[in-house]
């Protein structure tokens, strides 16, 4: 072999480890691709946006003052550096039972799936929830709501829960083949999603299938609910227009919508939910719509509960380069760049004050920086503060499997990036406290 073809040998090999290790990453969540700092004493020295000083350098001194003032300013840089704007358009919803059974889960729960269509024409996009309520309650329940990742039917193995025939990431092992579901796929995530055991707690349950509402992948904003919300749109987005995280989050407010006059949920205790990529979704959603009474993100990393500026496991760089569709334009200035950022996301949490926000991590999961997770929410103690409420006591990480619950939650777990009984039984124990 010559120099130079030798030389592309290499370059072709170590591009394919280099996908080989992301795509690792990505679906398993326990590797921790090369090239990213893992090392706390290498975090870069970093100073956070001030949270309690206006725009005019005045000191935020009061909720009042928060609410009316900083707050929407704050939203305002988000929506303006980060994520986008979440499309404006709220559709007149049409719904319609798909299917209902009142014997689910062993006989103990109402199990219903609701398409919930955005436009005039079922040919228009739509979403379907599947939603479990205890069949033995006597009136409406507190609820969670959150995405899955693989369709309604991957939560739970009964047959009877319609496939989704939505565009899916291709994954053989699961049984996604040229981007449909197939029936290999049922119940493969069951396991992040105890239904039952939820269920059996008195809480309702609704989920939704993340690509009913915009399809994950690099498209250039045209799929999904995009074509609906932005019928003006010129060729060019505009930097600040809402990439497929405000698409998501604008989801799980149309599907509030409809859980807000469900005669068996309680509209006043929906607490949003999501891991990963759908937990900076449940944030995103959360802190834009103060309807949500409760949210909670799980192992939610870069662009969710982390500090950027942390530069500790996924960069906003990475971020931004592996997933151009998730944030607005504008946040690519910020990659290798996060001290000129306007916002950190301890910023984001503040903005859910003074409702129950709960962050989780995993030990193993160092890609979505724990240590930066905690900290986060333990930065945004002072809005908390502000509205009598009681933070983070301090930014030590707790011991591993040790929640720590107040107004704000947090644990650590042990093992890596996913979701465990552990997890949801934390949100249960916080949500006992906050929405019964
Ligand atoms: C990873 C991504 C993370 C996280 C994760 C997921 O590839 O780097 O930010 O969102 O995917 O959603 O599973």
Redesign the pocket.
């Known amino acids: 072999m010559n120099n130079i073809l030798l030389r592309s040998y290499r370059n072709l090999t170590s591009k394919i480890v280099v996908t080989a290790l ?1 795509l690792m ?2 679906t398993s ?1 326990y590797a921790q691709p090369a090239g990213f700092n893992y090392d706390e004493s290498k975090v870069p020295e970093y100073t956070l946006p001030a949270l309690l000083t206006d725009s005019a350098g005045q000191p935020v001194a009061d909720a009042e003052a928060w609410m009316s003032k900083r707050r929407p300013e704050v939203l305002a840089l988000f929506q303006q550096h980060v994520f986008g704007h979440i499309p404006e358009t709220i559709p007149k919803i049409r719904t319609r039972l798909r299917s209902e059974v009142t014997d689910a889960l062993d006989g103990i729960a109402v199990r219903r799936e609701i398409t919930v269509f955005f436009t005039d024409d079922d040919a228009g996009p739509s979403m379907d929830i599947l939603v479990y309520t205890p069949a033995n309650a006597d009136g409406p329940v507190p609820c969670f709501l959150g995405y899955n ?1 693989n369709g309604n039917h991957s939560v739970d193995a009964d047959p009877a829960i319609h496939l989704s025939t939505s565009w899916v990431r291709d994954d053989k092992k699961r049984g996604n083949i040229n981007n449909k579901a197939t029936e290999q796929t049922r119940g493969t995530a069951s396991s992040r999603w105890p239904m039952k055991m939820i269920v059996e707690r008195g809480y309702g349950v609704a989920t939704i299938y993340y690509g009913d509402v915009d399809p994950d992948f690099d498209d250039g904003f045209h799929n999904g609910i995009h074509a609906m919300t932005e019928p003006d749109r010129k060729l060019d987005r505009s930097g600040d227009a809402g990439g497929s995280i405000s698409a998501w989050a604008w989801g799980m407010s149309r599907a509030l919508d409809v859980l807000e006059v469900d005669s068996r949920i309680d509209g006043n205790k929906v607490a949003i939910f999501g ?6 979704t449940s944030l995103w959603g959360g802190a834009s719509d103060q309807r949500f009474a409760m949210v909670i993100s799980n ?6 509960a982390a500090l950027s500026r942390r530069k500790f496991g ?1 960069t906003v760089q ?2 931004n380069t ?2 151009p569709h998730w944030f607005c334009i504008n946040h690519r200035q910020y990659n290798d760049n996060e001290n000129a950022l306007p916002v950190d996301n301890h910023m984001l949490l503040a903005l859910i004050a003074p409702r129950p926000v709960y962050v989780a991590s995993a030990v193993d999961d160092k ?2 920086d724990p240590r930066g997770e905690m900290l986060s929410l333990f930065h945004a103690g002072p809005v908390y503060k502000l509205f009598g409420k009681t933070p983070l006591p301090t930014d030590e990480l707790p011991d591993v499997d040790h929640p720590v619950q107040n107004d704000v939650g947090y644990h650590i777990r042990s093992g890596g ?1 996913d979701v465990k009984d552990f997890d949801w039984i934390q949100y249960m124990n916080f949500a006992d406290k906050h929405l019964k």
């Not at 891991?275 to 900076?280: D, E, P």
């Not at 192992?299 to 969710?304: A, N, P, R, Y």
């Open positions: 992301t990453a990505a969540g990742f891991h990963s990529r759908l937990g900076k192992d939610s990393g870069c662009g969710g996924e990475r971020i592996s997933f890609w979505a990036h």
